[in-house]
């Protein structure tokens, strides 16, 4: 039977597609800096330039998560090279918690070796765990299995 041809009419609906990443991550380059703190003023900065909130409308969310003063001009402070601000770990939480975007901590977690995903991932992860564990089992149990016939 002759391969069919493809039909130059027909369009490939997946020519383009590119899945939602998992881990969301900053474009290659995009906080690049001198040292780690610069790097995080880089991210808060482009957090915050990509949420669609204004710095005020995040401050305000931030200082009503964390029940604390926060203000425009503390954000300008954490996003800004220039200044000695370095942004606290809770103040990190309420930016991600506020704008919804964890790329800056997982810019935090790389050198660790580490990466934060959505919850709704956790029983995925869970279950290759739990994979990983049937498959070691399974290759103790052949090589027992091994060596009681080979002791026959």
């Known amino acids: 039977m002759p391969k069919r041809r493809p039909v130059a009419a027909n ?3 997946f020519k383009d597609y590119q899945p939602a990443p998992v881990v969301e991550r900053y474009v290659e380059g995009s906080v690049r800096a001198y040292d780690l703190a610069g790097r ?3 991210a808060v900065a482009k957090t915050l330039e ?4 204004g710095r005020a409308e995040v ?7 964390l029940q604390d003063d926060m203000s425009k001009n503390m954000l300008d ?17 309420a930016l991600v918690a506020v704008t919804g975007d964890p790329r800056a901590l997982n810019m935090l977690l790389a ?3 580490m990466i934060v995903v ?3 991932y956790e029983p995925l992860i869970e279950r290759e765990i739990a994979k990983e564990e049937l498959d070691r089992l399974q ?5 027992a299995d091994a060596a009681w016939r080979a002791g026959k």
């Open 139 to 143: 290759r103790k149990i052949n090589a």
């Open 118 to 120: 959505p919850a709704k």
């Open 11 to 13: 369009l490939d609906l």
């Open 77 to 93: 402070n954490y996003a800004s090279q220039a200044k000695e601000h370095v942004i606290s770990a809770l103040r990190l939480f």
């Open 40 to 42: 995080l003023s880089k």
């Open 111 to 113: 050198p660790a070796g």
């Open 59 to 65: 401050a305000k969310a931030m200082a009503d998560l």
């Open 50 to 53: 990509e949420s669609g909130m």
